[in-house]
């Protein structure tokens, strides 16, 4: 394994984390809040998701975090390549992860 695959390796491990941390954040985030300012927060973020990530990155984002699909059956249901998949998911997570740390970081400035 070459340097370069390691700095690699140790990047992807680095952004599983951050989306890991991103969403029990969120988590904790929503789990403190009234109902009221939940479900407005949801609908707002949502629309936003909607708005920032591409068509593809949403769908395929939806079907393996909400329906529980493997990259291979995403790749089989869209007729795509498993690494197309795979792309996807990482340049989606990108974009939720910044849309998520702006959402909780006004949260914080509002409720502070």
């Known amino acids: 394994m070459t340097k370069g695959d390691k700095t690699m390796q140790a990047n992807r491990l680095f952004e599983r984390e951050a989306d890991r941390a991103a969403y029990e954040g969120y988590l904790s985030a ?59 998911l990482t340049r989606g997570k990108k974009r939720l992860r910044v849309l998520l740390a702006y959402n909780l970081e006004l949260r914080s400035q509002r409720f502070s």
Do not use: M, P
């Open 30 to 88: 929503l789990a403190s809040d009234n109902s009221a300012f939940r479900a407005s927060f949801r609908d707002a973020f949502f629309h936003a998701l909607r708005e920032e990530l591409t068509d593809r990155q949403y769908e395929v984002l939806w079907l393996k975090e909400v329906e529980g699909l493997s990259g291979k059956e995403i790749a089989y249901k869209l007729g795509i390549s498993q690494s197309a998949v795979s792309r996807h």
